[in-house]
């Protein structure tokens, strides 16, 4: 199952991987079950980071905030589309 592959297998930028793995994400289901909100107030974890994975997720189709049931499966319509919360945040990473 791809959600239970591990984040090393995403090519990421140094960046990226570093802020995923001090935020204990290790894991691409521990990654798709945070939302954009959550991902953004991770330290070193900007705009730029964030769109670099999601443009992973979506190309995997998958996506920041979903949820999954009790077999943990994905449930249909989960999924985030909170970018509107995201835009709040200031980029930590863009200098």
């Known amino acids: 199952d791809q959600l239970d592959r591990s984040v090393d297998e995403l090519e990421l930028s140094v960046r990226s991987y570093n ?9 691409i289901r521990d990654l798709v079950q945070r939302s954009e909100r ?24 998958l996506d920041f905030g979903m949820e999954f049931d009790e077999q943990g499966n994905p ?5 985030g589309r ?10 930590d990473d863009e200098q």
């Open 82 to 91: 909170d970018g509107a919360e995201a835009a709040d945040f200031e980029a």
């Open 75 to 79: 449930i249909p319509g989960s999924g």
């Open 38 to 61: 959550e991902m953004l107030a991770t330290k070193n974890f900007g705009k730029k980071s964030l769109n670099e994975i999601k443009e992973i997720l979506n190309g995997m189709g």
């Open 19 to 27: 802020c995923l793995k001090n935020a204990d994400i290790r894991t």
